[in-house]
């Protein structure tokens, strides 16, 4: 491998994005693969211009989808010590606390804006979730007390924890099983939230090291198998005929032959969706008012989506008539299996239930992300057979009823199991199948809505009418105001939901809306260490409360077109106030990314599906989860590099070989006991060591929290 040396960032720096969870994506994002963002804005007539008109020619921007294969020559070469992120060391003696662990974790450093003083920079930082949060003490400052005997540097805050040594022999025995058997890549794409920002080697764990009581990186490039599409098509996204046409498990919707109800089929999982024990509701009907609700207009805060009644004459309507025509035999559903995905990178974590894309950090996760199949939509005839595709997709996403450390790494560790059988063979698929089933069956999570672990189902397609139209739909009622978005779990039918993060394409204008102009003007704050770029933290608002009569933002479905500049739109465009600075386009391609129709077009080269259901079994998958470059929608001088399957695969092994160290968290009492402003910056050494004691006497030893020590450097900062 050739690595490429650092260059230097004069006219043209290096930015990358943290993007947002775009839940709306058939296999994309959605809390955002290998990247490198290029922003020279001083050679971009549009940047340099101020507030943009829409615009007549997309070409004008870039066009839509103009993309090319990822590159990795192309990304700079950083050794692993210069950019590790969180160490750890052991203390000679646990503290009063019972803790034996220090964890040293790089913060970035506070956002100053323009015109704003320069503060001291804060000793005490305050990290994790509202509920449950950590002080984090300055490492240097530590040390220059004699309170610890050893620093990584400047940057670094200290938090206390409990080790975990078990799971930390596991990951070695698991990176000593890769090296040992399966070989590694000679390198890693470096991560920057979704976006890969270089590359580098990967170093195993130094155990010995560790338990010998010295200053240990934690790995921010893992050992893994090598990264390449086998492998990721073994672990995060099976396509491989032998699994999705398994004939036990899986059916044949042309010839008719295999399981009809196996537990890969569409009729297996509306059967244990409908869950007609505790519903009474019948797997049939279930199904039909499901499918039904195309066949009428209907509101979603307060976006009409328009009736597509070809929904009968291509669907329902042959499906009924080869079932006998009075109700639908879901053991003739023209619903063809083309993936199995592992989506554990959307795990949750804190009692907020925080993470998604990009992860959470701070507190215990509180799931295992999600476990995803994607159907291909086949017209039948009246015979039942139905043999022909259709440009329709049908996404069942499933949340992993899994919760705290643990359990999670479990789940990974069963995904990582499957990858090194090396093959689909019948262990293999006996595996996966227990695995699946242990989400999908009835009262798998009898908290939620039918005792049903499904999150959502998401529909894409043209096959119903002009243009692409993505839908969701859940097992909740949903309740959004200006505050807030709150779903109830209730049992009953499918019932419509707003598509995730994506405005009311009718109402809200993807050239001149100030909403999206001020969320990508506002919601800004640095980014890592590694990237100059500004990252936008937050979602967009659920309804516009800037004026006196609000109104609804997210829509009831969203409609996708290749053109950047019409409604629909390909992509979400942005009006700057003043040159477009790297932070502005940073934040317009994030705000867009996280969008249905940005996600499935424009903003990542792709033509509308991730999943591409016309393109027989295997099927073929785009170049966002591949490895593709892409030319910025609005500004061509920009491009953005994505390899979402690279990412996820990464992610499984980080995963997999994941510490969980308890954490004792702190609360309001202890803050007000000794005069501390938790949202304050603390400069005095005095009142830092004032903070320092009264953790270790104050602190509730049975309120501990057992987070994912790896999402510590996404962890959200309370304070700094």
């Known amino acids: 491998m050739s690595r490429t040396r650092l260059r230097p960032r004069s006219t043209a720096m290096v930015a990358t994005c943290l993007a947002l969870a775009s839940a709306c994506n058939t296999e994309a994002p959605a809390d955002s693969d290998a990247v490198e963002t290029t922003v020279d804005t001083t050679e971009d007539p549009?940047?340099?211009?101020?507030?943009?008109a829409a615009p007549a020619d997309p070409q004008e921007y870039g066009g839509?989808?103009?993309?090319?294969p990822i590159d990795p020559g192309k990304f700079d070469f950083i050794p692993i010590d210069l950019i590790e992120d969180i160490f750890v060391h052991r203390l000679p003696h646990p503290n009063e606390l019972g803790e034996d662990l220090v964890i040293h974790v790089r913060l970035p450093k506070p956002e100053v804006k323009e015109g704003d003083p320069h503060p001291e920079p804060s000793l005490v930082a305050v990290l994790g979730v509202d509920k449950a949060p950590v002080v984090a003490f300055r490492s240097d400052t530590l040390a220059e007390l004699g309170l610890l005997d050893k620093s990584p540097g400047a940057d670094f805050f200290a938090v206390f924890a409990r080790s975990d040594d078990d799971g930390l022999q596991r990951r070695v025995a698991l990176e000593q099983h890769i090296l040992d058997k399966e070989g590694t890549s000679e390198f890693s794409f470096v991560l920057d939230g979704r976006h890969p920002v270089a590359i580098s080697t990967a170093t195993p764990f130094a155990a010995e090291a560790f338990f010998a009581g010295d200053l240990v990186g934690l790995g921010r490039v893992r050992i893994t198998p090598k990264s390449i599409e086998s492998n990721w098509l073994e672990s995060v996204f099976i396509t491989d005929p032998a699994v999705v046409q398994d004939p036990e498990r899986t059916y044949d919707t042309c010839t008719q032959e295999g399981n009809a109800c196996g537990p890969w089929t569409f009729c297996h999982l509306m059967t244990e969706m409908a869950n007609t024990p505790r519903t009474g509701i019948s797997p049939e009907d279930f199904t039909q008012q499901w499918l039904g609700q195309w066949l009428a207009n209907y509101d979603v805060n307060g976006d009409e989506v328009d009736a597509r009644t070809q929904m009968w004459d291509r669907v329902i309507g042959p499906?009924?008539?080869a079932s006998g025509g009075k109700s639908l035999d879901l053991s003739r559903s023209p619903f063809r299996l083309l993936a199995i995905v592992n989506r554990l990178d959307l795990r949750s974590s804190g009692p907020s239930g925080g993470g998604g894309y990009g992860g959470g950090g701070g507190s215990e996760p509180t799931n295992g992300g999600e476990l995803r199949f994607v159907f291909g939509v086949m017209e039948p005839d009246d015979s039942g057979a139905a043999c022909n595709p259709m440009p329709f997709t049908v996404i069942f996403e499933y949340g992993v009823p899994?919760?705290?450390?643990?359990?999670?790494?479990?789940?990974?560790?069963?995904?990582?199991?499957?990858?090194?059988?090396?093959?689909f063979d019948a262990t293999y698929r006996d595996t996966l199948a227990g695995m699946t089933e242990s989400v999908v069956l009835r009262d798998a999570a009898p908290e939620r809505g039918n005792g049903n672990a499904i999150n959502q189902i998401r529909?894409?397609?043209?096959?119903?009418?002009d243009p692409w139209e993505l839908r969701e739909f859940t097992l909740s009622d949903q309740a959004i105001d200006c505050?807030?978005?709150?779903?109830?779990?209730?049992?009953?039918?499918?019932?419509?939901h707003t598509v995730a993060q994506t405005p009311d394409d009718e109402a809200h204008s993807p050239t001149t809306n100030p909403l999206v102009d001020a969320f990508v003007d506002t919601r800004v704050l640095p980014a890592t260490t590694?990237?100059?770029?500004?990252?936008?933290?937050?979602?967009?608002?659920?309804?516009?409360?800037?004026?006196?009569?609000?109104?609804?933002?997210?829509?009831g479905n969203s409609l996708a077109s290749l053109n950047p500049g019409a409604s629909p739109p390909g992509a979400w465009l942005a009006n700057p106030s003043a040159a477009a600075t790297s932070q502005f386009v940073c934040g317009r391609h994030q705000f867009s990314l996280n969008t249905c129709n940005g996600c499935h077009t424009c903003d990542t080269g792709t033509t509308f599906t991730h999943v591409d259901p016309?393109?027989?079994?295997?099927?073929?998958?785009?170049?966002?989860?591949?490895?593709?470059?892409?030319v910025d929608t609005q500004f061509p001088s920009t491009t953005w590099s994505f390899a979402d399957l690279d990412r996820r695969y990464q992610d499984l092994y980080d995963m997999a070989g994941a510490a969980c160290m308890p954490f004792i968290p702190v609360f309001p009492e202890m803050f007000e006991t000794i005069g501390f402003d938790p949202f304050g910056p603390v400069t005095d050494i005095d009142q830092f060591t004032k903070i320092f004691e009264a953790r270790l006497t104050q602190s509730n030893l049975d309120a501990l929290v057992n987070p994912v020590v790896e999402d510590m450097n996404r962890v959200q900062i309370l304070s700094h």
């Open 46 to 52: 549009a940047g340099a211009a101020g507030p943009l």
């Open 64 to 68: 839509c989808g103009k993309h090319n």
């Open 319 to 321: 499906w009924m008539a």
């Open 402 to 423: 899994r919760r705290g450390c643990a359990d999670v790494r479990d789940w990974a560790n069963a995904w990582v199991g499957l990858d090194l059988m090396g093959g």
């Open 459 to 465: 529909t894409n397609e043209i096959a119903l009418g």
């Open 483 to 496: 505050e807030s978005s709150t779903n109830v779990e209730t049992d009953g039918y499918l019932r419509p």
């Open 530 to 555: 590694l990237s100059p770029c500004e990252s936008s933290h937050g979602v967009p608002p659920k309804f516009d409360c800037t004026t006196d009569d609000p109104e609804p933002f997210l829509g």
């Open 614 to 630: 016309m393109s027989g079994i295997p099927a073929t998958l785009s170049g966002f989860l591949l490895g593709n470059t892409v």
